[in-house]
């Protein structure tokens, strides 16, 4: 059974940091990327940010190039993201999904995590 676990958000204030994890398990890991989306209240769930875990090719939206990074664990079938420089903008539930190929598709993602959520304060 494939599961996604997302976990480490939280409530910070603006400028501040969170790491946010993703742990896979019910697949290989290598064989598969994993995207972060996140959904504000009222908005559309968007991408964020992804990697192939086997390659690490990475993308990232706009909005957040050059405050967020990706990285994956492969020995612990982990995905991290970084979250640099937060601002009220960032505050959405965070959700990490398992996909052929990194994308900004969510409809390219086959399985999804539970989501944490992440409270920037201004």
């Known amino acids: 059974e494939v599961q996604l676990q997302a976990s480490g958000g939280g409530l910070v204030q603006a400028g501040g940091s969170l790491r946010l994890s993703c742990a896979a398990s019910?697949?290989?890991?290598?064989?598969?990327?994993i995207g972060w989306f996140r959904q504000a209240p009222g908005k559309e769930r968007e991408a964020v940010s992804g990697?192939?875990?086997?390659?690490?090719?990475?993308y990232y939206t706009d909005s957040v190039k050059g405050r967020f990074t990706v990285s994956s664990d492969n020995a612990k079938n982990t995905v991290f993201l970084q979250i640099n420089s937060l601002k009220p903008e960032d505050t959405a539930i965070y959700y990490c999904?398992?996909?052929?190929?990194?994308?900004?598709?969510?409809?390219?993602?086959?399985?999804w995590g539970q989501g944490t959520e992440v409270t920037v304060s201004s």
């Open positions: 990697i192939g875990s086997s390659i690490g090719a990475t």
């Open positions: 019910g697949f290989t890991f290598d064989d598969y990327a």
């Open positions: 999904a398992q996909g052929d190929s990194t994308s900004d598709s969510r409809y390219e993602y086959d399985y």
